[in-house]
Each structure stands twice: as C-alpha cells, then as structure tokens.
C-alpha cells in the first residue's frame, strides 16, 4: 500500500539552529500538508500546499516556517531559526484530490529543540 | 471556530470488553468526520469515516454514527482486543478545505489480556 514517508525519524537540534524535515509523498497526490503535535496535546494543522503554493496557514505557520516541493517528489519543512517550542512531533499528510478528502499521514518526525 | 471534544483518557479494559470513546463536535458547516488511531511509533491512520448525517463509518469491528443532532461521532466496538491498545483521534474537516482537519486531544486505550 503507498504511504508517505518521513525523514528524519527524530533529529535534535540546539536552539536557533535551521531545521529541515523531509517528506516524500505519494505519488499521484496533488495536496500535502503539515500538522504538529506538541507532547500530550492536539495534533494541530500548520499548513497546506498545492499546485506548489500555499493554499492555508493557521497562525502557528509564522515567518520562521517555510514549505517547498523543490523535486515534485520531496515536500520539506523549513524552520529558520528553532526555539524551544518548536520540540513537537511533525506529520506530513498528503491527499489525492478534489472530492477525496481521506488524509494518508507519515510516521512523522519528532524534533527536540535543546 | 471549529473543534472536536473527545472523552478524556486514558482508557483501560479487559480482552473482549466494550469499548466507547465519546467524541462531540463544533463546525460551522457540513463537516466530514474521521476516526484516527495511532500505534505506538506509528503515525496517524485512518480507521473510519462519514460524510454526511446519519452515515456510519465501520472498519475492523470498529463503528461509528455521524449524529448531527447531537454534534456527536462516538466510536464503538463490541469486543477489544490487546492489538487495539492505540491512541484514537477524533476529527473533522469542512468540505472548503477537506485537507485541513480539526483533532480531538487523542484518547489512549490500553487493552490488557
């Protein structure tokens, strides 16, 4: 069965450091998106892509966060300049298209900002 | 805004036993409701899911009724099993945006032979 597959599995980082999290989706997708879970609470939506743009962004998405599918196969998270806050678990989702609105989530990406 | 409420956990049972976990939600419009679970080290999957009122999500043993005159999308099974010791994540998505999915806190079941 596709899945979507992320990497690193984990990844500490010290903070104000740059941070990338690498997600391949599958392949015939067309939206992806980010969510995080910060340790014991709500899995929260960060933000959505789509047509290599972003189509929404919650409030946590702020100027430290950036997207990009730089290949048309990875579709990566950039956090410029890490802050404590930011150790969460990070999931990649990606959706087939229009009318398919099942989400397929990655294993996700657990970072620990020291 | 949107929200879902979930049953606090975390929740203990016996092999076989019956299992509930309450969720209730909050959306301003005709929102697609889902149930998740997460194995330890695992992501998010998908278990079930229901568009429209009335709809009943069911997939391994596992149902659930999209009530919309209770704001309700409890998920039911009529007997655990150890390998349903999971994490399970009650959400929703509008049609505008069905990508973007509001979650519950999570409900942790631990099954115990």
């Known amino acids: 069965e596709p899945e979507v597959t992320q990497t690193p599995s984990h990844q500490v980082t010290q903070m104000g450091q740059e941070v990338i999290l690498r997600c391949v989706p599958i392949s015939n997708h067309l939206y992806f998106y980010w969510y995080r879970q910060i340790l014991g609470q709500k899995v929260e939506f960060l933000v959505s892509f789509y047509n290599n743009e972003i189509s929404e962004k919650s409030e946590i998405f702020d100027d430290q966060f950036s997207v990009e599918r730089p290949d048309g196969s990875n579709f990566t998270l950039k956090i410029r300049s890490t802050k404590l806050e930011d150790s969460a678990m990070y999931f990649c989702a990606s959706r087939l298209g229009s009318g398919a609105n099942v989400l397929t989530f990655g294993a996700g990406s657990r970072l620990t900002v020291l | 805004g949107n929200s879902v409420t979930q049953m606090e956990g975390p929740v203990t049972l016996s092999e076989e036993a019956f299992l509930t976990i309450n969720c209730t939600y909050t959306?301003?419009?005709?929102?697609?409701l889902f149930w998740y679970v997460q194995y330890p080290g695992e992501g998010l999957q998908l278990l079930l899911k229901a568009t429209k009122a009335d709809d009943k999500g069911s997939n391994k043993g596992f149902e659930a009724t999209y009530r919309k005159e209770t704001t309700s999308f409890h998920l039911e099974k009529g007997s655990v099993q150890v390998s349903d010791s999971a994490v399970y994540f009650c959400a929703l998505s509008e049609s505008t945006n069905a990508g973007k999915s509001t979650f519950g806190d999570g409900t942790t079941l631990t099954v115990k032979p």
């Open positions: 959306a301003t419009g005709y929102p697609s």
